[in-house]
Structure formats: C-alpha cells, structure tokens
C-alpha cells in the first residue's frame, strides 16, 4: 500500500474516532456500561493504529497532526466528565487535565507542523486510556470484589496520568 494511501487511512481512523465521543457519552449517560466501555475500547486502539499507519507511511499529514490530539481529547474529555459527574473522579483534577489539554492544543495550532506528540504525551494518552477503561470495567464482567479491584486500579492509574499530563505540558511549553 503506498504512502498516501496509508496517510488517508490514517487521517480517515483519526476522523472516526472524533465521531466515537458523542455516542460513548451517551452510552454512559444511558447507563449502557458494556458499549462505553467498548465504544472507548476502540478509540484507543484506533489512536494506535493511526499513529502505526502514519509511521508506515513516512510520518502523518499535518492535517492529521493537528486532528489527531483533538480527537484525543474528544474521546478522553466525554468519559472523564462522566465519571466526574457520577463523584467518581474530583471535579478539580478533571479540570486541571481538560485545561491542560485546551493550553497544548492551543500551542499546537500555532505550530506549523501540528506540535508533535512528546513521549510524556504519548505516555500520558496510554495511561489516561488504561485508566479509563478500568475505571469504566463494567459491572457485569466480573464479581463484585473483582470490579471493584479493577476501578480501584483505575483510580489509582489516574494521577500518575494527571502528573505526566501536567509534566509533558510544561515540556511542550518549554519548547514554545
């Protein structure tokens, strides 16, 4: 497969995943645990395989470079206002990574090459994702001690992401 195909394909997943964030909020909103769950299952690994895809290819677009972060943050922002909403996560650390996030795409656009992704970031996404995904385990996938055993890993997983968020943000703006 050539070069700009891959691109396209890539650009093309990252496009789906923004799509991924509305119906996820509404599965947790509507109680539908399972497809959250599954719905953030499969942006996560979309992330990945765009990123693998643009790699392949000899780098992404800048187009995709600049959408692949706020998709991201699409995807990232609709579980973690759920969970704040629902007193699982305090409202001040969603605040402060959601204000971080808003400050790197912010510089990002002033960037002409989109503001590559840091390794702090990208372990950061990692992170916020397993995090999430635990911290969303739906009920009906385990015992109750199981569950609760795996949000309680969620939970924990949270502040390392929030530290490394707030790290790799002061790297970005180093950088700027």
Do not use: N
């Not at 394909?9 to 119906?23: E, F, I, N, Q, W």
Request: charged share 10%; proline share 4%.
């Amino acid at each position: 497969m050539g070069s700009t195909r891959l691109r396209q394909l890539a650009d093309g997943l990252t496009l789906s995943r923004a799509m991924v964030g509305l119906p996820l909020l509404v599965a947790l909103a509507a109680g539908q645990t399972q497809l959250a769950w599954l719905l953030l299952l499969l942006g996560g690994m979309s992330d990945w395989l765009d990123g693998l895809l643009a790699r392949r290819a000899g780098g992404g677009s800048v187009w995709g470079a600049r959408l692949d972060p706020l998709t991201d943050k699409i995807l990232i922002s609709a579980p973690l206002l759920w969970l704040g909403c629902a007193g699982r996560l305090p409202l001040w650390a969603i605040w402060l990574l959601l204000a971080r996030e808003l400050l790197i795409s912010g510089w990002r656009a002033a960037e002409s090459s989109g503001g590559p992704a840091s390794l702090g970031g990208k372990a950061k996404t990692v992170l916020q994702f397993a995090s999430l995904l635990l911290l969303l385990w739906p009920a009906g996938w385990g015992g109750a001690s199981a569950v609760a055993g795996l949000h309680s890993l969620g939970w924990w997983l949270f502040w390392p992401a929030l530290l490394l968020a707030l790290s790799s943000a002061a790297g970005y703006l180093r950088k700027g």
